[in-house]
């Protein structure tokens, strides 16, 4: 147990929970504004059509109207872009969290489940327990590395449970069937419809798809070195994925940053930026000095 705990609450620098956060934060706005837009239109339905899920039955939420996704959609994008200052890191993450989840709720409860968004809801809980922390602050602490370890186990999570679905439910059909070219030739794009005529190659990635993700939590025994080219490994795959049928997991992707040394990258980003022989700039050192 000792060495469980000392695992999961290994110090991580809070710059890189600083660096997760603003992406995750920038990221609500462009999912509710661009990318998962159901819940605005669901409020104009006829609540008949309303099946609570398990968290709406617990809580009692009710049915959407237009005044409710209007306030939680656009009360998402102003807690989102407020959060991004770094001010008030607890209470505008949790608001976020509160209204980013209820708007996806509002979505799921009128018919399909995504569930590439359960990750993404452990991180906008877990992100503000950390408290202050700027992208340039070079401490480290326990939280930090708790939210960070938490969120790595959701994302590693949705792939291994993605693995063990397919078999429960679907059976070894699964990777043993025509699961992939139902889908080319249901969605398809120009740059995979050359596959239909070679299906081997389908079944083939049914397979490599399926043993990658059931042996994804191999992640936590490598390297960084090779952690990081494992995480370069999953974007190239969601990459072809998306080139092959349109569909990305974009939530997903975000917590997989979270295997990332992040203010390592903001430090680079920063240096490049900043004009040769200018001085450092000093911004939040009485937090960084506390």
């Given at each position: 147990m000792n060495r469980l705990a000392a695992w999961l609450f290994a110090p991580m620098p809070l710059a890189r929970v600083a660096v997760l956060r603003l992406l995750v934060f920038a990221f609500v706005v462009v999912d509710v504004l661009?990318?998962?837009?159901?819940?605005?239109?669901?409020?104009?339905?006829?609540?008949?059509?309303y099946e609570p899920l398990v968290m709406g039955r617990v809580l009692?939420?009710?049915?959407?109207?237009?005044?409710?996704?209007e306030t939680l959609k656009?009360?998402?994008?102003?807690?989102?872009?407020?959060?991004?200052?770094?001010?008030?890191?607890?209470?505008?993450?949790?608001?976020?969290?509160?209204g980013w989840t209820w708007y996806q709720y509002v979505a799921f409860s009128y018919g399909k489940v995504d569930h590439d968004r359960a990750d993404f809801v452990v991180a906008l809980v877990l992100?503000?327990?950390?408290?202050?922390?700027?992208?340039?602050?070079?401490?480290?602490?326990?939280?930090?590395?708790?939210?960070?370890r938490a969120v790595q186990l959701a994302a590693v999570a949705t792939?291994?449970?993605?693995?063990?679905?397919?078999v429960r439910f679907g059976g070894w059909e699964w990777v043993n069937s025509a699961t992939m070219v139902r889908a080319v030739v249901r969605r398809g794009t120009p740059w995979a419809q050359w596959l239909l005529e070679v299906p081997w190659t389908l079944h083939w990635f049914q397979w490599v798809l399926f043993t990658a993700e059931l042996t994804s939590p191999v992640i936590f025994l490598l390297s960084e070195r090779w952690?990081?080219?494992?995480?370069?490994?999953?974007?190239?795959?969601?990459?072809?994925?998306y080139a092959a049928i349109t569909i990305a997991f974009w939530p997903h992707l975000v917590m997989m940053l979270a295997f990332l040394p992040l203010e390592q990258y903001a430090a680079?980003?920063?240096?490049?930026?900043?004009?040769?022989?200018?001085?450092?700039?000093?911004?939040?050192e009485r937090l960084t000095r506390s």
């Open positions: 661009l990318l998962h837009t159901s819940g605005w239109y669901h409020g104009y339905a006829d609540p008949v059509w009692h939420l009710p049915a959407a109207t237009v005044l409710l996704v656009w009360g998402c994008v102003a807690a989102a872009v407020a959060a991004m200052t770094g001010r008030a890191p607890r209470l505008l993450g949790w608001a976020v969290a509160v992100l503000p327990t950390v408290g202050l922390a700027h992208l340039s602050d070079q401490r480290r602490s326990e939280a930090a590395g708790f939210a960070l792939y291994f449970l993605s693995a063990w679905a397919k952690r990081r080219r494992v995480v370069a490994g999953w974007f190239v795959f969601h990459a072809m994925t680079r980003l920063r240096a490049r930026r900043e004009p040769l022989g200018s001085p450092r700039p000093r911004v939040f």
